[in-house]
């Protein structure tokens, strides 16, 4: 079964400060990778995604992430965050072919101080 | 474009009671996954369906939760009887399966108290 390590659970930081959140998982065959973003309150919100292609992603709010297949990992990074990026972050990883169940990672959750 | 929409969005009902939680599905899309979320236990996936067809519902918790759809742009989760443990946000999402890509869009949540 595939797993999904986000590690750092809570991350506090200043605005403008330069936020990585990493993501390793463990299955070992072709795979999609996301990252969500759940604003206090709110549902989950696609962030980025990656299936193929370049392995640095770029999505929404500045966010980007990278994909590296020999780590088994897809960091999270954004250059300088503001006050309303303190939400909840998750790793997803969905298994490719087959199988279009996520397995999600335990979140991390990020409060960015004004 | 609409997206997921869930109904109610929020319930609070007594133990033993039935929940009937409602989910529809982007428009298009052929594929619908139930969540729980609670600070315990994190996200949970319950079940997902493929074309109206379940497909894993191994993280249903018990014989008191069911899912079905009906149609194949509508489902329902309900929860009979209903007890203070299953109190928890429940998001639906679903996705358009081709191929190999797939990717789910969340609802809003149903927050279910249960007292």
């Known amino acids: 079964a595939q797993s999904v390590s986000q590690h750092n659970h809570h991350v506090i930081l200043s605005e403008a400060a330069s936020l990585e959140l990493g993501c390793n998982y463990s299955?070992?065959?072709?795979?999609?990778l996301f990252w969500y973003v759940q604003y206090p309150g709110q549902h989950l919100q696609l962030l980025l995604k990656y299936f193929s292609g370049d392995p640095l992603v770029k999505g929404i709010k500045g966010f980007e992430a990278e994909f590296i297949k020999s780590k088994f990992s897809f960091n999270l990074r954004k250059p300088s965050v503001q006050w309303s990026d303190t939400a909840e972050y998750f790793c997803a990883v969905n298994a490719g072919y087959g199988n279009n169940r996520l397995a999600f990672g335990k979140g991390n959750q990020v409060v960015v101080i004004p | 474009d609409a997206g997921v929409i869930q109904s109610p969005r929020h319930e609070v009902t007594e133990m033993g009671q039935e929940v009937t939680l409602r989910c529809k599905l982007i428009s298009g899309h052929n594929s619908l996954f139930w969540y729980r979320q609670t600070m315990m236990r994190g996200l949970e996936l319950l079940i997902y369906?493929?074309?109206?067809?379940?497909?894993?519902d191994s993280g249903m918790p018990e014989d008191r939760f069911s899912a079905k759809m009906p149609n194949a742009s509508f489902s329902t989760l309900k929860i009979q009887p209903s007890e203070p443990r299953d109190s928890a946000v429940y998001f639906c999402?679903?996705?358009?399966?081709?191929?190999?890509?797939?990717?789910?869009?969340f609802g809003p949540g149903t927050r279910l108290t249960v007292l």
């Open positions: 299955y070992g065959g072709t795979v999609n």
């Open positions: 999402a679903s996705s358009l399966r081709r191929g190999s890509t797939d990717t789910q869009y």
């Open positions: 369906f493929n074309n109206n067809v379940p497909i894993d």
